[in-house]
């Protein structure tokens, strides 16, 4: 698997050097000795190439001066994951049959700047890590842990089983998200691109909410509408922690 441009390379040698295998770097790279310097404290090849050369590696992608060779991702075990979202306060983000890699990828952005929240994806009908979703998370990836489950309805009942709220996002007809009471520990769910949550799925919910639009014509994508409602979770987690420190 290959990274791409100066950002995801740099995330990924800070969070997870030892995912590498080595580093090309295009002659005239800006921001070489930077990046050499860190490779260099973890025993990592760095090759300078020319374009001309560069161009074949990359396989024609928008690299931005630098290419990097790394391990296949690692998806976390569900169980081991939920555990950890429930001892590290982190919120659990189903995603049900999200298919565009550039939705995934940025929603592993957003969630990444954010911190503290995991992504759970079906194995079937769903985008995957790949070598594009990366390039668009940027490096949230390494601090994001994503895993993959069979069924998403019997991850969500375990879930559940583990005191999870289960909130999903609705384009309509939902709770306003301004006048939502947040439970905790909570755990939403994001649909599709053009179907939302399915049926079968919205059985599963505690809780629906629908983020207010201002032209009620419009709405968001999946991706705009993981990271505000995911922003509120974050906003809401803080003022609850910081509740309970004060009592």
């Known amino acids: 698997m290959r990274i791409y441009g100066k950002n995801t390379v740099i995330e990924r040698l800070r969070a997870n050097p030892q995912s590498f295998r080595k580093i090309h770097i295009e002659h005239g790279f800006t921001d070489a000795s930077e990046i ?3 490779a260099k404290k973890h025993n990592i090849p760095v090759m300078v190439v020319q374009s001309s050369r560069m161009d074949r590696i990359a396989r024609n992608k928008n690299m931005q001066g630098i290419v990097a060779d790394v391990c296949d991702f690692e998806y976390a075990d569900y169980d081991d994951l939920l555990k950890q979202c429930l001892e590290k306060n982190r919120c659990p ?5 999200l298919q565009d890699p550039q939705n995934l990828g940025a929603i592993i952005r957003s969630l990444g700047c954010l911190g503290r929240f995991a992504i759970i994806i079906p194995t079937h009908d769903s985008a995957s890590v790949t070598e594009t979703v990366l390039k668009i998370a940027c490096g949230g990836e390494n601090y994001v842990p994503i895993a993959l489950v069979a069924n998403i309805n019997k ?11 289960i909130v999903g996002s609705v384009v309509e007809g939902g709770t306003n998200m301004d006048d939502f009471e947040w439970p905790h520990p909570i755990a939403l769910v994001v649909g599709s691109e053009r179907g939302g949550i399915r049926d079968v799925i919205l059985k599963n919910l505690d809780f629906q909410i629908t983020v207010p639009m201002y032209v009620d014509t419009m709405s968001l994508n999946a991706a705009q509408a993981a990271t505000v409602i995911c922003y509120e979770i974050a906003r809401h987690k803080r003022l609850h922690n910081k509740n309970l ?3």
């Open 155 to 165: 991850a969500l009942r375990k879930a559940k089983d583990a005191d999870f709220w």
């Open 36 to 38: 050499t310097k860190r």
């Open 245 to 247: 420190s004060k009592s």
């Open 93 to 97: 983000v189903f995603l049900d049959s």
